[in-house]
Nanobody, 123 residues
Framework: QVQLVESGGGLVQAGGSLRLSCAASGRPFSRYAMGWFRQAPGKERELVAAISWRGDSTYYPDSVKGRFTISRDNAKNTVYLQMNSLKPEDTAAYYC????????????????WGQGTQVTVSS
């Protein structure tokens, strides 16, 4: 049974930082690319970062490029999202997901998802 469990969300002031973690279990973690998505109320789920299975390649959309950093530790079966210079518009539920595709922004190409962790950025 594959499980992805996010942690690290919370309330932070604009300009602050948070680090999200996603612990994976149930299948060989290092064989899959990983992505972080977010979804704000009334909006579609969007990719904010992706990382290749070996961690040697990353992808970011322009909205977070230079502020967010994705990384992974295959020995710990964990992927991270470091978020700096947070803005109120970054407020959303954040999800990690695994995929056999890289890079991919398509939610349908991710086969397992975590339950999400809430990030709220106050102005």
């Amino acid at each position: 049974q594959v499980q992805l469990v996010e942690s690290g969300g919370g309330l932070v002031q604009a300009g602050g930082s948070l680090r999200l973690s996603c612990a994976a279990s149930g299948r060989p973690f290092s064989r899959y690319a990983m992505g972080w998505f977010r979804q704000a109320p009334g909006k579609e789920r969007e990719l904010v970062a992706a990382i290749s299975w070996r961690g040697d390649s990353t992808y970011y959309p322009d909205s977070v490029k230079g502020r967010f950093t994705i990384s992974r530790d295959n020995a710990k079966n964990t992927v991270y999202l470091q978020m700096n210079s947070l803005k109120p518009e970054d407020t959303a539920a954040y999800y990690c997901a695994s995929s056999s595709w890289y890079p991919s922004a398509a939610t349908q190409q991710y086969d397992y998802w975590g339950q999400g962790t809430q990030v709220t950025v106050s102005s």
